[in-house]
């Protein structure tokens, strides 16, 4: 019997998982789009080059989007650049850094994110906040937090539709990372 990828030490999701426009959620020219960017920092402060981050939403307009089918084969046919997808899968650059082009959530203040890592032995659960959005201020997850710690979570914004988030994988600026039962 072999190990999987969470009994081992990864990545192994360098090769195949990152797919072209996995970062484009946003159909291109949208007026809505907003940026997420931002780095991936290990403990020390230092840019994690080999992250992945899946990002997860609902669409605008409140209903839940997804990823094409080939209708005979079930295989992947990816985005048509039209069809809001509410998935984004993105790796970071040889600077830790990523970037997403989405549209902001209906029904909720903020993108989930899931972070997959070098020495990670399972993934992490995250969440992005669009401070702008409504709901942000009063949402239980983030009253329920210190101060310090909530802002771990909130995107911080640079300019008219573009935000940063940087997530840090220990340390004393740690993000706040989501436990599931």
Do not use: I
């Amino acid at each position: 019997m072999h190990p999987t990828p969470s009994q081992t030490v990864g990545p192994f999701y360098g090769y195949a998982l990152p797919f072209p426009g996995g970062a484009d959620v946003a159909p291109s020219g949208h007026p809505g789009a907003v940026t997420v960017h931002g780095n991936v920092l290990d403990g020390s402060g230092a840019p994690v080059p080999d992250a992945l981050l899946e990002f997860w939403q609902d669409a605008p307009e409140g209903a839940s989007g997804s990823m094409r089918r080939d209708p005979a084969s079930g295989g992947f046919l990816g985005r048509d650049g039209v069809t809001f997808t509410g998935f984004a899968r993105v790796a970071t650059d040889a600077a830790g850094h990523f970037a997403l082009r989405t549209l902001p959530p209906a029904r909720t203040p903020y993108l989930a994110v899931v972070v997959f890592a070098r020495g990670l032995l399972h993934h992490l659960h995250t969440r992005v906040y669009l401070p702008h959005l409504p709901g942000a201020e009063d949402d239980p997850l983030l009253a329920r937090l210190p101060p310090d710690r909530r802002a771990t979570l909130l995107a911080v914004p640079e300019r008219d539709g573009v935000f940063r988030f940087d997530v840090h994988l220990q340390g004393s600026h740690e993000t706040v990372f989501l436990a599931f039962d």
